[in-house]
């Protein structure tokens, strides 16, 4: 009977209390978590009607897999839509502590590593960054449940058993309708080395020694497994494809044909080193200084898929430092995906090496060589180090949005949403100007339609798909072209009903201006109201797309 993991627990009890104080303090002003807030707000509204008037004059919600969102959606009314939120966030951090525990398990085979590779998930500053300033739930748990399932895809290859394949293929199915990217490359990165590994861990069974598997042997083991390999490889395909049907319909119908909207992770970091703090040092943070041993250990016989997977990973997470991104993925896949998400899957594949690093160092063969060698000052000075290292990080992580803040000050939306609410202000659509991403908590608050919105994917909009522009309400962070797509909007808004405009910004006044628009009243959180005069309101029977 195995005993409970001490350093799984601790690992737990203290990602619960750090991660799951700090959400309360740090998710609401991340880029992505209140847009997830908005599409949860959609199915508590109208759980089958894929339409939503409310951004850019209609879109889809099938643009995006839909279970986080009705998570969400479904706990929103016991306690409210944050209530929801918050609740996600935290089954989100559970799972990621102990999927890196099973991933660890996994790879390393020691119950004591794995318990450490746990330790170091709490700490890791990859997810910190990727819960707590990006706010990417869906990714979160995608990425977390994908972990679970590896185990189980390694028990099937390996051993045959039905019950593995049922229970992969099911956490699988949870992985596709939680975030679409996820399971699609982590196919590619994650499962085909893990099957690689099976061979290997197969091929060691039969010849008693690493250094007697050959490629032959190789081929011959692979053989041996090749109906299970295949049969996985099938099933989890039509999991893939039927579980988000309604999105590769809408994909194919409507496909991303806008204007590449510049992003960081694209940028030559050693040009723009602000992108290439935020996307490259911050998510490797401590593991910098281990890579030598990462990849020295990730080349070993038994993980070399991991080791060509990672280092492709490693590659592609460098956007536009090198030109070899750009010719790996094409310059479509490169321009629509942000490649942030190859540095974060190839983080947590370190993990269990990490977690190895600290076994070996804090009781393993590393201490006592060190010891012998140098004393044990030495390596009291070395550990001290380390732990510090891990420590500055999730520090620095934690207070980069203190420091250089990515979204305005906290705007109160009541005064807002009861204005939009009295004399039939919701008959016309409205248009926030620097309010950041919480336009997206406005708009899960109202009826009331805007033409800007906060899912580029799914604008079907020329004047916002013909501009490099992310949304109307920062306009000004691209320039001339920002603020002309802006004009076109102002210059004729009887053209989308367009008669409100709440602006947070002071910088937008002079434009405001010139287009003929007039300040209303400024309302008690400090929004100053302007209008439009005889601006129709907007047709009582809308179209939308049948979907």
């Known amino acids: 009977m195995n005993r409970t993991n001490t350093l799984l627990i601790l690992a737990l009890f203290i990602g619960v209390a750090f991660h799951g104080s700090s959400i309360f303090f740090t998710l609401e002003y991340t880029y992505d978590a209140l847009i997830h807030l908005f599409f949860a707000d959609h199915y508590t509204n109208s759980w089958f009607e894929p339409w939503d008037y409310r951004w850019y004059t209609g879109f889809t919600v099938q643009a995006y897999p839909p279970l986080v969102h009705q998570s969400i959606a479904l706990l929103s009314y016991i306690g409210g839509l944050k209530f929801g939120m918050f609740t996600v966030a935290l089954i989100a951090i559970i799972l990621f502590i102990t999927g890196a525990y099973r991933f660890g398990l996994l790879m390393t085979g020691n119950r004591k590593v794995a318990g450490y590779t746990a330790l170091m998930a709490v700490f890791s500053s990859t997810f910190i960054e990727t819960l707590h300033i990006f706010g990417q739930l869906p990714s979160i748990i995608g990425l977390s449940v994908l972990l679970h399932a590896l185990p189980e895809i390694y028990s099937w290859i390996k051993t045959g058993k039905l019950k593995y394949l049922v229970t ?3 956490l699988i199915a949870v992985t596709v309708t939680s975030h679409h990217v996820t399971p699609i490359f982590g196919m590619v990165f994650f499962v085909f080395p893990l099957i690689g590994m099976v061979i290997m861990d197969t091929a060691i069974d039969r010849v008693k020694t690493n250094k007697a598997i050959t490629f032959k042997v190789f081929l011959q083991t692979f053989k041996n497994l090749f109906w299970r390999i295949v049969g996985f490889g099938f099933s989890s395909l039509v999991l893939i494809v039927v579980c988000i049907l309604p999105y590769w319909i809408n994909s194919k119908k409507n496909p991303i044909t806008q204007v590449p909207i510049p992003h960081g992770s694209r940028d030559n970091f050693l040009e723009v080193t602000s992108s290439g703090l935020v996307f490259f040092i911050i998510p490797w943070g401590i593991l910098l200084f281990i890579m030598p041993y990462i990849f020295y250990r990730y080349f070993s016989k038994r993980y070399l898929f991991f080791g060509l997977s990672i280092a492709m990973l490693t590659i592609l997470g460098t956007g536009g430092t090198t030109p070899i991104p750009l010719k790996i993925l094409g310059e479509t896949a490169f321009n629509i995906l942000t490649l ?6 190839a983080t947590i594949m370190a993990l269990p090496l990490l977690g190895e690093f600290i076994y070996r160092m804090v009781e393993g063969d590393l201490k006592v060589q060190l ?18 290292g891990i420590l500055f990080m999730v520090i620095f992580t934690m207070s980069l949005g203190y420091f250089r803040p990515s979204q305005p000050s906290k705007i109160k939306m009541l005064p807002i949403v009861n204005f939009l609410n009295q004399d039939q202000h919701d008959q016309w ?16 608050q109202t009826n009331a339609m805007t033409v800007d919105g906060n899912y580029h994917s799914a604008r079907r909009l020329p004047e916002l798909t013909t501009r490099a522009i992310e949304r109307l309400e920062n306009s000004k962070f691209r320039g001339v072209e920002g603020i002309g797509s802006l004009q076109q909007f102002l210059t004729v808004p009887e053209k989308y009903n367009l008669k409100y405009i709440f602006s947070n910004d002071k910088f937008y006044d002079p434009v405001l201006y010139f287009c003929g628009w007039q300040r209303l009243q400024q309302l008690e959180n400090g929004i100053m109201v302007w209008e439009k005069l005889n601006v129709p309101p907007i047709p009582s029977i809308l179209p939308k797309e049948e979907v």
Do not use: C, E, K
């Open 168 to 170: 992969s293929l099911s």
């Open 340 to 345: 942030d998400r190859f540095t974060l899957w």
């Open 371 to 388: 010891q012998n060698r140098f004393g044990a000052v030495y390596h009291r000075i070395l550990g001290g180090l380390l732990v510090g």
């Open 429 to 444: 659509r409205y248009l926030p100007l620097g309010f950041g991403d919480q336009m997206a908590w406005l708009s899960a």
